[in-house]
T-cell receptor, first 110, second 115 residues
Framework: DAKTTQPNSMESNEEEPVHLPCNHSTISGTDYIHWYRQLPSQGPEYVIHGLTSNVNNRMASLAIAEDRKSSTLILHRATLRDAAVYYCILVRFGNEKLTFGTGTRLTIIP | ETGVTQTPRHLVMGMTNKKSLKCEQHLGHNAMYWYKQSAKKPLELMFVYNFKEQTENNSVPSRFSPECPNSSHLFLHLHTLQPEDSALYLC??????????????FGSGTRLTVV
């Protein structure tokens, strides 16, 4: 399975945008880029996913590099409730298996 | 509520006990999963079920025994566990269509403590 690399931790101020990076240099053409987050004492929660084009939904935006070797999850205006561990995961077409890494622990500073 | 319900939320059991964890979803999903999350470690995939059939067992010890009677229910039967099995056990479901464009829905987990 293709791997992803994320910073262990990041901090951001409340009400400011947050850009969470992910590197996936060995991504294959049939790998989707998925993002999940895990709030304290809860199971992971789906955030967003994409294949080639940038994607927006009510939670976040996903910016995918043209060569697809990296992506960035964008939280447009962070709140304290966005403090969580964020996981960037590659999911291959035909195989829905989710393999989690260590993710990025996002701390929001009031 | 996420649509995936796990019971109980907390469980304390002795090493000689037998207990079961239950997971239920009514999202119309056909794939269900058990994950284990130990302290300070990534989530580990334990078992995968697609259309009630087990399709993956990631070298899980036999003291963990999954059961999937239908696409909506998944159980994890526990017996003679060890203290190192204490962890958060998470259930998830997905469409099972292999489209890779669908997200997983996770339950809130069962916090298991083995004493």
């Amino acid at each position: 399975d293709a791997k992803t690399t994320q910073p262990n931790s990041m901090e951001s101020n409340e009400e400011e945008p947050v850009h969470l990076p992910c590197n996936h240099s060995t991504i294959s053409g049939t790998d989707y880029i998925h993002w999940y987050r895990q709030l304290p004492s809860q199971g992971p929660e789906y955030v967003i996913h994409g294949l080639t084009s940038n994607v927006n939904n009510r939670m976040a935006s996903l910016a995918i590099a043209e060569d697809r070797k990296s992506s960035t999850l964008i939280l447009h205006r962070a709140t304290l409730r966005d403090a969580a561990v964020y996981y960037c995961i590659l999911v291959r077409f035909g195989n829905e298996k989710l393999t989690f890494g260590t993710g990025t622990r996002l701390t929001i500073i009031p | 509520e996420t649509g995936v319900t796990q019971t109980p939320r907390h469980l304390v059991m002795g090493m000689t006990n037998k207990k079961s964890l239950k997971c239920e979803q009514h999202l119309g999903h056909n794939a269900m999963y058990w994950y284990k999350q130990s302290a300070k470690k990534p989530l580990e995939l334990m078992f995968v079920y697609n259309f009630k059939e087990q399709t993956e067992n990631n070298s899980v010890p036999s003291r963990f025994s999954p059961e999937c009677p239908n696409s909506s229910h998944l159980f994890l039967h526990l017996h003679t566990l060890q203290p190192e099995d204490s962890a958060l056990y998470l259930c998830a479901s997905s469409s099972g269509q292999g489209m890779a464009g669908d997200g997983y829905t996770f339950g809130s987990g069962t916090r298991l403590t083995v004493v």
